[in-house]
């Protein structure tokens, strides 16, 4: 699991821990894009990147609901939408937040 600590304004926002599988999941979409898609190499990474700036956005203290999808909101993980198709479950932990799995919108069941 990977960490990322934000800055903003000389302030340490709280921590955020990015499980494996969703940093294997965007290298799969970035693969997918420039393969299936046939997005250009630059404009595949340029999605995947953004996804990386918004995971780093959720260091802020101010925190999405909890998930409408069952299987997430079991566990009580809360969803931070991404470019409308996109979902980050996270949890919330004492020092910050544990981002644990990632899903296109469409695949998901409530």
Do not use: H
């Not at 203290?61 to 939408?81: E, Q, T």
């Amino acid at each position: 699991m990977n960490s990322m600590l934000a800055l903003k304004n000389g302030l340490t926002m709280r921590k955020v821990r990015v499980d494996s599988q969703v940093w294997e999941k965007i290298s799969e979409l970035e693969s997918f894009l420039k393969e299936a898609l046939k997005f250009s190499k630059e404009a595949a990474r340029k999605r995947s990147n953004r996804m990386r700036v918004f995971l780093k956005s959720l260091s802020a203290p101010v925190d999405y609901p909890l998930c409408r999808f069952k299987m997430w909101r079991l566990r009580g993980y809360r969803c931070a939408v991404f470019e409308k198709n996109w979902v980050f479950a996270y949890e919330i932990i004492d020092d910050g937040v544990i981002i644990r799995d990632m899903s296109n919108v469409a695949l998901l069941v409530e």
